[in-house]
């Protein structure tokens, strides 16, 4: 069964060829969802949420879709393709939650998020509290790898001092 999405508009971004690996909130640049004009009127009351979900289609990916994925951020560590978040997925759907700063006509502005400039914006969702946020979330596999502070980092792409 083939299915087709239509974007729904575009995000734009400071990042032309390297992103980080996770939004990282305090990125500096300009970061904002353009909506086609037949969606815009669909952003009503969204700016009553703190943060939202953005889905889109990774569109520019180069290598083959494995099964198998070693994070470069966590060593030599294989794992599932579906236990990671690997952009290089049989339906390349990426998903970033990410602060909302305020919608403008057809922006919506937002912090710092980790996708190439152009990418196809598939859809944006309310992250709503106590429904989205899971008080007993694990770090699942990720634990094995040691000091989660300094990983998260890593993940963020965020310089750190050791
Ligand atoms: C590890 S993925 C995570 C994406 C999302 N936060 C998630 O968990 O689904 C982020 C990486 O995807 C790559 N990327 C971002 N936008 C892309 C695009 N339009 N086409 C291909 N690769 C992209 C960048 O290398 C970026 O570091």
């Given at each position: 069964m083939d299915i087709t999405y239509h974007p729904i508009g575009v995000i734009h971004t400071p990042y032309l060829e390297k992103a980080p690996y996770q939004p990282v909130e305090s990125d500096e640049g300009e970061f904002y969802l353009e909506i086609l004009p037949e969606y815009v009127?669909?952003?009503?009351?969204?700016?009553?949420?703190q943060y939202i979900y953005v889905l889109y289609h990774i569109d520019r990916l180069t290598r083959e879709v494995s099964m198998k994925v070693e994070?470069?951020?966590?060593?030599?560590i294989e794992v599932g393709l579906f236990a990671s978040r690997s952009p290089l997925r049989p339906n390349p759907i990426g998903l970033s939650v990410v602060k909302l700063l305020r919608v403008d006509g057809n922006r919506v502005k937002t912090t710092g998020l980790d996708v190439f400039d152009g990418t196809p914006l598939l859809d944006i969702k309310p992250y709503i509290k106590d429904l989205d946020s899971k008080a007993d979330a694990n770090y699942g596999w990720v634990e094995k790898t040691g000091d989660l502070r300094h990983l998260a980092l890593h993940i963020l792409g965020i310089p750190h001092a050791y």
């Open positions: 009127s669909g952003l009503k009351d969204l700016d009553s949420f994070p470069i951020w966590a060593g030599e």
